[in-house]
């Protein structure tokens, strides 16, 4: 029988497993540490016991001499367990961020760009990792999100992270390694106080565990309770947000301003935060947030533009957008004969025109930007200015420079909004769809 140790270990990845779907890979991701080979040992075993398919891969992120010494580990012990082993040599940029937080950023990159999706990858953190990740999240100031620290389980980019030992206590691992007679190599790093979870691991923790024993308990409990608080703010704002939004039919979807400017301060910080986090972009830092917040009673006619790192807040007649960056458009205007596919600098165009009065001579149309000033010749309805039609549309401003408009001998036969929404076609012209690539 296993010692007991290793009992709790294996059950907990059992667990871990039994949450898997069928088919799907087990990724662990390997650094060399002890922690890292002790959860790879016994998830071998646990795999075989169960049929099931295991992989490893290792990130060498070149900052140091030993990167080298922990890769050969690495393959060595794959070797001996036979278990194969993918090596990701990636590239540091620190710009912007600490080195711990880049190095981690680049990991999860090839965590992501290594798995194939519907993959899990199990890391080895523990609760001692989430007790000084709690801590400095507080000391930074975070709100709720980082305040719950790391999430037993989460998707990211397609694949799913598990840490099953994040209830464990990092003196358990120990306690195993010691049995299985585990070697591991030690990060040089680890000990240097410069970085700010090694000042915490080895000059903080000590002095709360002399006068609290558990320390690391009660601080990784903490964390679990503001996750479950997150988690359901989370949920009442989505359900509120669907209360809030309005469906723009060239935009998509967008949030009434004024409704969102009638609830408390602090519930207008969750919407905004909540539906940026929704549509894949950054939150806005909090005197962005604030400054944004002010604008909710902006007039109607007014065009506001909030921006921070990633992404765009923008209130145009009493509703809100949230929106990625727009990239400065280039000159452009182009010859075209209305059959070929046609690339614009923002994509490519969805749409083959032929013009109906001359349908048996070669077409010279011309396509580019709107410049302002265009008529167009609608059926029924005549000649219409395309700023008005722009206008009783509720197109915003900032995408109707972003329309191409198609030109014949002068006139305008045609108004697209990148890739394929036909906005107006002229009397006399015919458009069909293009079936773009996903």
């Not at 037993?152 to 299985?180: C, K």
């Not at 309770?225 to 979807?253: C, F, K, M, N, T």
């Not at 408390?264 to 549509?279: D, I």
């Amino acid at each position: 029988m296993a010692p007991q140790p290793l009992n709790t270990l294996q059950g907990l990845l059992n667990d871990a497993l039994a949450e898997t779907p069928p088919g799907r890979s087990v990724w662990v991701a390997l650094s060399g540490g002890l922690d890292s080979c002790l959860l790879l040992t016994l998830a071998a075993q646990v795999c075989e016991q169960a049929g099931r398919h295991l992989q490893a891969i290792h990130v060498n992120h070149g900052l140091q001499a030993a990167a080298e010494t922990f890769q050969a580990h690495a393959q060595t012990l794959c070797e001996r367990l036979s278990v194969p082993l993918a090596v990701v040599n990636v590239s540091v940029d620190v710009q912007g961020e600490g080195i711990e937080g880049a190095a981690r950023t680049a990991r999860y990159k090839a965590f992501s760009a290594t798995l194939a999706a519907g993959d899990t990858l199990w890391l080895a953190q523990h609760q001692d990792d989430q007790a000084e990740t709690f801590l400095l999240a507080a000391l930074r100031g975070s709100g709720l999100p980082g305040l719950a620290s790391m999430p037993f389980r989460r998707e990211a980019q397609g694949i799913t992270l598990v840490r099953p030992w994040l209830s464990v206590r990092r003196a358990e691992l120990e306690a195993a390694a010691e049995l299985l007679d585990l070697s591991w190599c030690e990060d040089p790093t680890n000990q240097d106080v410069r970085f700010d979870r090694n000042r915490l691991r080895h000059r903080l923790m000590p002095v709360l565990r002399e006068r609290w024993p558990t320390a690391d308990t009660a601080l990784a409990s903490s964390a679990a309770h503001v996750g479950e608080a997150d988690l359901l703010l989370r949920e009442y704002a989505q359900e509120e947000l669907h209360r809030l939004r309005l469906d723009s039919p060239y935009l998509g979807s967008c949030i009434d301003a004024t409704a969102l400017g009638e609830r408390p301060r602090a519930r207008q910080r969750l919407l905004v935060r909540t539906l940026c986090q929704r549509q894949g972009l950054p939150t806005p830092p909090q005197k962005r947030l604030a400054s944004l917040l002010e604008q909710l009673s902006a007039k109607a006619d007014a065009a506001v533009c909030i921006e921070w790192p990633g992404a765009q807040a923008r209130l145009w007649r009493k509703r809100l957008y949230l929106l990625a960056p727009f990239e400065p458009l280039p000159a452009w205007e182009v010859h075209w004969d209305g059959q070929t596919p046609l690339e614009t600098p923002i994509g490519p165009l969805g749409w083959q025109v032929v013009v109906l009065k001359q349908p048996s001579q070669p077409q010279v149309l011309k396509a580019t930007w709107r410049q302002g000033g265009e008529v167009i010749q609608l059926p029924k309805r005549g000649r219409r200015d395309v700023k008005r039609l722009l206008q009783e549309a509720d197109i915003p401003p900032w995408e109707r420079e972003r329309l191409v408009v198609i030109m014949q001998a002068g006139a305008c036969v045609g108004i697209i909004r990148p890739p394929a929404q036909l906005l107006w076609q002229a009397e006399g012209t015919r458009f069909a769809r293009l079936n773009l690539p996903a």
